[in-house]
């Protein structure tokens, strides 16, 4: 979802530091925002140039306390990541430039190349994006970097999990106990740390085109990338299809991941760890989740829906116990 309105217009010193970044002729001609991101404000810049074309790029803004705190180290794990995925085939933004330490714009800032495609959200159509999601993330895993990204982090702890109102007590109470033990040993592979619907584009051929032609365009927001167990990546997509489609999906998805080639966790109780580790890490929170899907369009994912969906989610990994 785009918006063209007040809130695209670029803050004075960030156009200034935008504009030190273009090539001799160059301008910029438009901003829109670009909506569905939790962490951060999102531009597409359209750029004019010399000859009259136009070109565009895209401008990361973390204007949340939390993460202009901590801005300097994602920012700049960020650009390097991006750096380092020229050239390994997996569709990535190139960075342009970063002031990660807000030095010259009012607030840390990353500006990389834009990519063509959209985000995709819909239930329509989900069956044939999840095998594409699943072989993108098979081919993420298998990026083997010269220097590895820093270890990945939980998310949530047993303590800090809070069940949505009205969530089945019994099955979140297992749930907490199992996250609360020692994590399993794991493989490291190299990890986005935040692959879900909302960061992948695709190029969506339009009707009546067989869908057999849809393709992912690009993946994005690699702030998070670390080093951990694939099934850490696996798990929170799981969680956000189950949470934008329903339960089934989530379990849908890992299926997919191993069907692509991808390898999980040895037993069924190491891989129900990463899932619930992942899963449980949403409650509290599901008011920033369902916020941008319902701004992209999702208007019935209310608050209470997506809690819902999440104990439902709960509820039926912890029922693969039974």
């Excluded at 369902?290 to 439902?312: K, Q, S």
Aim: proline share 8%; aromatic share 6%; net charge negative.
């Amino acid at each position: 979802m785009i918006d063209h309105g007040e809130a695209a217009t670029v803050r004075p010193l960030t156009l200034a530091w935008v504009s030190r970044q273009l090539g001799a002729g160059e301008r910029i001609v438009g901003t829109e925002v670009l909506h569905g991101g939790i962490t951060a404000e999102m531009r597409r810049l359209t750029i004019g140039t010399r000859d009259g074309a136009t070109r565009d790029l895209v401008l990361r803004t973390f204007v949340d306390p939390y993460f202009v705190e901590h801005a300097e180290d994602l920012l700049n794990r960020e650009a390097d990541v991006l750096t380092r995925l020229a050239g390994t085939g997996v569709p990535a933004p190139g960075p342009v430039a970063a002031d990660p330490t807000a030095t010259h714009c009012e607030y840390p800032s990353l500006l990389m190349t834009h990519l063509a495609g959209r985000t995709v959200l819909a239930d329509e159509g989900v069956e044939a994006r999840v095998p594409l999601l699943a072989r993108q993330l098979v081919a993420i895993h298998a990026l083997r970097p010269a220097e590895r990204p820093q270890e990945y982090k939980a998310w949530t702890t047993a303590d800090a999990v809070v069940p949505p109102d009205g969530a089945d007590a019994a099955a979140w109470a297992a749930a907490t106990r199992a996250i609360r033990e020692p994590a399993p040993p794991y493989e490291g592979r190299f990890l986005h740390r935040d692959f879900h619907p909302g960061n992948v584009l695709f190029d969506v051929p339009p009707p009546p085109d067989h869908p057999a032609s849809l393709r992912i365009s690009g993946v994005v927001d690699w702030v998070q990338t670390s080093w951990g167990p694939a099934d850490l990546d696996v798990a929170h997509c799981s969680t956000n299809l189950a949470l934008l489609h329903g339960p089934v999906w989530g379990a849908r998805f890992a299926e997919a991941y191993e069907e692509a080639g991808g390898v999980l966790a040895a037993t069924p109780s190491e891989r129900l760890y990463w899932r619930l580790l992942d899963a449980l890490a949403f409650a509290p929170g599901a008011e920033s989740v369902g916020r941008p899907w319902r701004e992209a369009g999702r208007t019935e994912l209310t608050t209470r829906a997506v809690e819902m969906r999440l104990d439902a989610y709960v509820t039926a990994l912890m029922d693969t116990l039974a």
